[in-house]
Structures are given as C-alpha cells and as structure tokens.
C-alpha cells in the first residue's frame, strides 16, 4: 500500500486566498484525522472523521476552517479565507478503526504570506 | 481530555549510548501508548506501541516501560546510531480510541559521532 497521501506536499497562497488541502487515506481504513503541526502548539487534532461521518470537530481553530469527506477515499481540509497564523504543516492520518493505529501522511506545508 | 507532558525537549548523545525519553499523561483510563518519530520533512511514523496490560514491551534496540500507578511512561533507545536522530513523539488517546491522539511536545534527539 502506498500509505496516506496527501496533496500537495508544499502550497504558497497570499492572505485572503482559499487553500484546500487533499488526503488519500489507506484503503479499508475508517477512521481519518487531520492534524496542524506548528512550532508553537506542536501538533494539534483538528478535526476527525469515523466512516466519512465528522466526530469530533473541536479542534478545528475557526469557521474559517471546514473539512469534507464526501466518500471513504478522500478527505478536504479547506482554509478560506487563509492567514499568515495559519502557516504550518497539516498532516492527515488513517487508522483501521478508532481503536487502531494511526497512520500519518507526508504533510502539507502551509506557507500564507 | 488527556493532557501529555514529554521530557526532555532535546537530547544529545554519543553513538552507542542510550536515550531515555520521559512522559506523563493525566487520564488514568488511557490504555494505549504509542511513540512516534519524525525524521525531517516527513509525517510522524510509529514505531512502537505499548498497552496498560503490560509493563515493558521490546523491538531490537528500542523498549517502552509503563507505569500505570505513577501514569508515566518511557522509550528507551539502546545502542544509538546517527540515523535515529530524529524527533520522537509519544502519546495518549482518548480514552475507548486508540486513534485520537494528545500528543507530547516532542523530544529533538541528535546522535553524534
């Protein structure tokens, strides 16, 4: 399996810009998660999903923030409008079931100039 | 929530030494420990995991101790080498999820020549 893929590995925008951010997760997994990693927070849960369903979106930082999961084989972490604190890398990750493992992408660099 | 402390937040030793990495958590219900290592420009990766039901748990040159009375749990790295320099991670979830992780803030260990 080719793991978590996430998309695109780097992204540039100006402030004010939509940015969304794709994951792939590994197949047959269920459970998704998206994860902002800063230097100051460190890495912070955002936001998941249990079979496509949102759980738990109480970390997700603003209505700025939303996240979609439209089928078991991708999920949408959309910024708009974005802003320089929203730098960072995002990560996705999957796990077979809540109670499993979590798996971890390559990440997104985040860079709102 | 589960609230997790990491210690130290850097860490430098001598190849062949040992490494020992420190954490703390708060729930005393959490049941699973997972450590993760991030290697630059890359997504944290797990790399050993242990569960309340047991105190010590081995993978070659890496080791994981419990104590669940104190809350507290450790990695241990024998026989380090330059390519396990990296940033390590532990761990705890939610408790009833394995998946829904509170991360520690990271410890930045540099194996030297």
């Known amino acids: 399996d080719a793991g978590v893929i996430q998309s695109p590995r780097h992204e540039v925008t100006e402030m004010g810009q939509e940015v969304t951010l794709r994951c792939k997760p590994i197949?047959?997994?269920?459970?998704l998660f998206w994860y902002r990693q800063t230097m100051m927070r460190g890495l912070e849960l955002l936001i998941y999903?249990?079979?496509?369903?949102?759980?738990?979106d109480s970390g997700m930082p603003e209505d700025r923030f939303s996240a979609k999961m439209p089928n078991a084989s991708f999920s949408t972490l959309k910024i708009q409008p974005s802003e320089p604190r929203d730098s960072a890398v995002y990560f996705c990750a999957s796990s077979l079931a809540i109670r499993s493992e979590a798996f971890f992408g390559q990440g997104t660099r985040l860079t709102v100039v | 929530g589960e609230n997790v402390e990491q210690h130290p937040s850097t860490l430098s030793v001598q190849e062949g030494d040992s490494a020992v990495i420190k954490c703390t958590y708060s729930?005393?219900?959490?049941?699973?420990f997972p450590w993760y290592k991030q290697e630059l420009g890359k997504g944290p990766q797990l790399i050993i995991d242990i569960r309340s039901n047991v105190g010590e748990k081995k993978d070659q040159r890496i080791a994981v101790t419990l104590n669940k009375t104190a809350k507290h749990f450790s990695l241990h790295i024998t026989e380090t080498q330059p390519e396990d320099s990296a940033v390590y991670f532990c761990a705890a979830p939610t408790p009833g999820t394995a998946s829904k992780l509170t991360f520690g803030t990271g410890t930045r260990l540099q194996v030297t020549l």
């Open positions: 729930d005393s219900a959490s049941n699973y």
């Open positions: 999903f249990n079979n496509n369903v949102p759980i738990d």
């Open positions: 197949s047959g997994h269920n459970s």
